[in-house]
């Protein structure tokens, strides 16, 4: 397959001229295409098959050791002006930062093959998709490309149409820490890459395309794009609400996505249109509308079984990419938090010893199409996406944040997202569980300075008075035992109820200085044993802790400087004096 569209063909010269590959493949995002690419990983031992017998098309994938994880301290944002990346971003000028790469790119594709894999982030026919084409030296980056995104000949097509897509180059390198950098420029909607093959380093339409370059392309043409799952609660009546989570990763995202039901809630249904990334845009009557632009999930696998998710256990039974779990003795993938089996191998390929530490890495992930979730909703396809109810933003929290509350409206929702906070997980390379602020969820992922993109986020209260209703929930909230106090996975629905019967004004609420809380005996909690003592921890607030709260935000925010909105310095001011 060639391209008609000459900036494609003409970049794509000019990376070829850089980086010297032995071959150049376009790809068409076909099956026998995928399964070519499988093979031949497969002999070249970057991927080993799985049991095919209980795992049919389960492929595994060892990284090094040293490339687990996205690397914040090695990401930037390169914009002519340093203030427009924000505090929140590393910065590099763009001349600096094309030079930087421009010289680890020299040669780097030697005895490789280039692969230009042109791709659709959002339905092939939907106006509020956007193409790229990724430029990779990477086979497990093409295979994965295919089942994250719409890739291939449609999306070429589209791009020629478009006349313009995101560039991105990646080359997993030498591998070497020291030469890997993920840098940006939304300016010219441009991305390099080098250094790492891991999912959310080196997949660039992912974080780097659908997050970073989109949220800044989605300020100027007016429009979000967050990290956020999208899913649809359908009520016993046949009556869907769709809502839009953000959490920071590894927070169960993929998990809310495609809740079950607990069986003491008969005839609600939970259906996923999205685990991890929303692109939100108004429509000509003000409704907010979602779609996902991915096209498949990659996930955490730990804790993945038959009761956290069974959804997910059944979707990665088949046709899905491994990367860093451990096998059994029978070569079906492992990991802790499965209930089955036991690991013989660990994620490093050597025979399992506890002394090592864990069997799989905490960040070990699968990759699979969409289409193998069971509870897929058919409207992830439809071009004009779904109209969201609630925004819910969360944080993984041992205290102060209760279970759930509700924003008094758009702007005070605008400061609840600004004022996320959230204990760090694996997902990233760093200290595990230490509280750092993630505003919506967005820290590792804003592409401009934070302090436009509330400003951004606040404009919306103008342009529309039919905006979602903004929510905060907590699923991690523990006791004085350390011990979770409330269950979370399919019970979470039982908040959802809440937060949907609020949307639809059908039940009251207590109102305090941080925004309404549930009533006593307002979540449904038939079939649950949380004690009266647990659940009033988790639906009242310490007004102690909260004013500290407040003023570490108050703190937080004056951080941005005068390019705070004042909007959002008001309402944290309001708050404050509101706790007293
Ligand atoms: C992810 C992440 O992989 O947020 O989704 O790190
Ligand atoms: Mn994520």
């Excluded at 397959?1 to 003409?10: D, E, F, G, I, Y």
């Excluded at 069986?263 to 996902?292: C, F, M, Y």
């Excluded at 702007?411 to 959230?422: F, K, P």
């Amino acid at each position: 397959m060639t391209a008609n569209h000459s900036p494609l063909r003409k970049w794509v010269d000019e990376v070829a001229r850089l980086t010297q590959p032995e071959a150049i493949h376009w790809c068409t995002g076909d099956d026998e295409e995928f399964a070519d690419l499988i093979r031949q990983m497969t002999d070249d031992g970057t991927l080993a098959a799985l049991n095919q017998d209980s795992y049919p098309n389960c492929y595994l994938h060892l990284s090094d050791p040293s490339d687990v994880a996205r690397v914040e301290h090695l990401t930037y944002v390169c914009t002519e002006r340093q203030i427009d990346a924000g505090p929140n971003n590393h910065w590099m000028s763009p001349a600096d930062g094309h030079a930087k790469m421009d010289a680890l790119f020299a040669g780097a594709m030697r005895g490789r093959t280039l692969y230009v894999i042109p791709y659709c982030m959002g339905p092939i026919d939907s106006p509020y998709s956007r193409c790229g084409v990724e430029i990779t030296d990477s086979a497990y980056v093409a295979v994965n490309m295919k089942l994250m995104t719409r890739m291939g000949s449609a999306a070429l097509a589209r791009i020629e149409r478009d006349g313009s897509f995101v560039k991105g180059l990646h080359s997993t390198g030498d591998l070497d820490p020291e030469r890997r950098f993920i840098m940006h420029y939304p300016e010219e909607l441009s991305i390099k890459s080098i250094g790492s093959g891991y999912g959310g380093n080196a997949l660039l339409g992912k974080k780097c395309h659908a997050l970073r370059i989109a949220s800044y392309q989605a300020r100027k043409e007016g429009w979000l794009a967050e990290h956020m799952l999208i899913v649809g609660i359908e009520n016993p009546h046949g009556e869907t609400h769709y809502i839009a989570c953000a959490f920071p990763s590894a927070c169960g995202k993929t998990n809310l996505a495609m809740l079950i039901p607990p069986e003491s809630q008969p005839g609600w249904k939970v259906w996923t249109l999205g685990d991890d990334i929303a692109w939100l845009h108004l429509d000509d009557g003000g409704t907010l509308r979602a779609i996902n632009p991915e096209s498949g999930y990659f996930g955490v696998v730990p804790g993945t079984n038959e009761e956290t998710n069974r959804n997910a256990y059944a979707m990665i039974r088949h046709d899905t990419i491994f990367t860093n779990v451990a096998r059994t003795a029978n070569n079906e993938p492992w990991w802790e938090g499965k209930n089955e089996g036991a690991p013989a191998i660990d994620w490093q390929g050597r025979p399992y010893d506890p002394a090592n530490g864990k069997a799989a890495h905490a960040n070990s992930r699968f990759t699979v199409a969409a289409q193998n979730n069971p509870a897929y909703s058919r409207l992830a396809e439809a071009p004009q996406g779904v109209p969201i109810s609630a925004i819910v933003f969360g944080g993984r929290r041992k205290s102060v944040a209760p279970l759930v509350y509700q924003a008094k409206n758009w702007r005070h929702g605008v400061l609840v997202g600004a004022g996320v906070a959230s204990e760090t997980t694996a997902a990233n390379v760093g200290k595990v569980g230490v509280v750092r602020r993630d505003p919506m969820a967005m820290k590792p992922f804003c592409g401009y300075n934070f302090a436009d993109y509330w400003a951004h986020w606040l404009s919306f209260a103008d342009r529309s008075p039919r905006l979602p209703k903004i929510f905060h929930v907590n699923w991690f909230r523990q006791g004085q035992d350390g011990k979770f106090l409330w269950p979370g996975f399919g019970d979470n629905l039982r908040v959802l109820r809440w937060i949907i019967e609020r949307c639809e004004e059908r039940v009251a609420a207590v109102e305090t200085a941080i925004g309404y809380l549930p009533a006593s005996g307002d979540i449904d909690m038939t079939g649950l044993a949380v004690s009266d003592d647990d659940m009033s921890a988790l639906t009242s607030i310490d007004e102690d802790e909260w004013r500290a709260e407040i003023d570490a935000i108050g703190v937080y925010l004056e951080s941005y400087g005068e390019r705070l909105p004042d909007e959002l310095r008001a309402e944290q001011k309001r708050i404050a004096k509101e706790l007293g």
